[in-house]
């Protein structure tokens, strides 16, 4: 395994949906233990860019490469693919008639066919690990925004993935509950695991990425360390989006 | 009235003969529908399509259509169904084994039909689900049959629950047709047995025809509002 060699790679990636430009020529890569964090306003095209990465969105053209290998078409090698790659959503998406502990087991005991009890170690061990292994029996709808999003963190490293992919992880929670949840997200990059992070959380860009994207109408329109992003974004969109965002 | 109580035996035997088509035509109804459904909700187009042109066909036809089909236009392709008579099921069952395949014919109607309708319930309750539940299922990598299996029907099913019963609540009251297709001795050509043939008076025994139908559509329609309640307090 050669470190040099990204573990994502976008290749003018186009997306439209009917007549609407999401991803307009996109290209992108990603190192092994890289924490890239994507910004811009509302509709610029950042959370489909995050989404394709595990085909959740299927592209209109260009390529895209995950450790070497480019996306497959539906079916199992796309499922074994996902499997690598962990996703957050935004609004956590645990599976409500599941327990806590059966959300951060189901993917291990069926994709991975491991056993249960073994599962289930590994599942304690990682809630313990996101500070809420007291709740293990509990049904999603017991626990708090910023608790169901720990879990969601937790199932999708049950799967010891290769990669991190997370869509406005903090997005949906209320400002209390932010810290806890970026907190878990901040340790995980300290660990070395690649990250692709949407989100509008600059404390978080500033102190925990290695790289700021900034698109904007589809386009990616910069990619820089975070400490040169924020104090001379170049382009005027980058320039007019920290103006609204920062004074604030 | 006197007739409800001195052929008592004739509206029993129509009633059990409605009872022993509804209830096989339902469980037929219910695997075929699901099947159906799998492939309306398939990630492969051609699956996705087949299930469609099923459910725009059958949907879309009278039922009386579908039973002229299945009762004339079998024989003449050569086929009494006698694939429906299954060892074991047909001694329970006793008309699926005879040499009249017009039970057989009916029951094949009554489950191509209903099916349809079936699976509109199934995928309503499958759509009642947020999205976000098989996005998570499929971005860990569970395959669609195991999407469908571990996260998306258990959370389905008590949407399609009610929806359900009201499809097999109108498939019994369907079933009133299949006297005109040549079966016999069912609840709604009993009636037609004893006015006609008997000489009874007609009102009386479409009472008690219609109380043999209550009997079967009312006690599942109070099963689906106590389910529909629980439900309610659930949630």
Not at chain 1, 190 to 208: K, L, S, W
Not at chain 2, 142 to 168: E, K, M, Y
Not at chain 2, 197 to 209: L, R
């Amino acid at each position: 395994m050669t470190t040099s060699e990204p573990l994502i790679v976008l290749e003018s990636v186009n997306k439209w949906f009917g007549p609407l430009h999401v991803l307009d020529n996109v290209s992108l890569s990603v190192g092994r233990g890289e924490v890239v964090v994507v910004i811009g306003p509302s509709g610029s095209g950042k959370s489909t860019l995050c989404r394709t990465i595990n085909r959740l969105e299927p592209i209109t053209s260009g390529t895209i490469t995950f450790d070497g290998q480019p996306l497959p078409a539906e079916g199992r090698a796309l499922a074994k693919l996902r499997s690598e790659v962990g996703m957050v959503f935004q609004s956590f998406n645990l599976f409500a008639h599941k327990t806590i502990l059966e959300n951060v087991t189901l993917g291990p005991i069926k994709v991975r066919r491991e056993k249960p009890a073994a599962a289930r170690e590994r599942g304690l061990a990682l809630l313990d690990r996101v500070g809420i292994a007291n709740q293990a029996d509990k049904f999603p709808a017991q626990l708090s925004g910023g608790q169901q999003q720990r879990v969601a963190i937790a199932r999708a490293l049950a799967m010891q993935p290769k990669a991190m992919l997370f869509d406005e992880p903090t997005s949906a929670l209320d400002p209390e509950m932010v810290g806890e949840v970026l907190d878990v997200m901040t340790s995980l990059a300290r660990e070395g695991m690649t990250m692709v992070v949407v989100t509008h959380e600059m404390g978080f860009a500033r102190h925990a990425a290695n790289r700021v994207v900034f698109m904007a109408d589809g386009q990616l329109v910069e990619d820089a360390p975070p400490a040169e992003f924020f104090a001379n974004p170049r382009s005027e969109r980058a320039k007019d989006f920290l103006s609204k965002i920062l004074t604030h | 009235m006197s007739v409800l109580i001195d052929k008592f035996d004739v509206f029993a035997s129509g009633f059990w003969l409605t009872l022993q088509i509804c209830f096989l035509a339902a469980i037929g109804a219910l695997i075929l529908g699901s099947v159906v459904a799998v492939l309306r909700i398939s990630p492969v187009p051609p699956l996705r399509a087949l299930g469609t042109a099923y459910v725009n066909t059958f949907r879309n036809l009278p039922l009386t259509i579908v039973m002229f089909f299945a009762a004339f236009g079998l024989p003449a392709l050569g086929s009494n169904a006698d694939f429906l008579r299954i060892p074991g099921l047909d001694i329970v069952f006793s008309r699926l084994g005879t040499d009249l395949p017009y039970f057989r014919f009916a029951l094949i109607a009554l489950v191509l039909y209903t099916a349809a309708f079936v699976c509109e319930a199934l995928r309503s309750g499958v759509n009642a689900v947020p999205a976000g539940q098989a996005e998570a299922a499929r971005s860990l990598g569970l395959t669609f049959i195991q999407n469908l299996r571990h996260v998306v029907l258990p959370q389905s099913w008590t949407a399609s629950v009610v929806p359900l019963g009201s499809v097999i609540i109108a498939m019994i009251k369907n079933s009133a047709l299949i006297g005109f297709f040549g079966v016999i001795g069912d609840l709604s050509q009993t009636a037609d047995q004893l006015t006609s043939a008997g000489g009874e008076p007609f009102i009386p025994v479409a009472i008690g025809i219609s109380i043999g139908y209550l009997i079967m559509t009312v006690p599942l329609g109070a099963l689906l509002d106590r389910v529909e309640r629980r439900q309610a307090v659930a949630r």
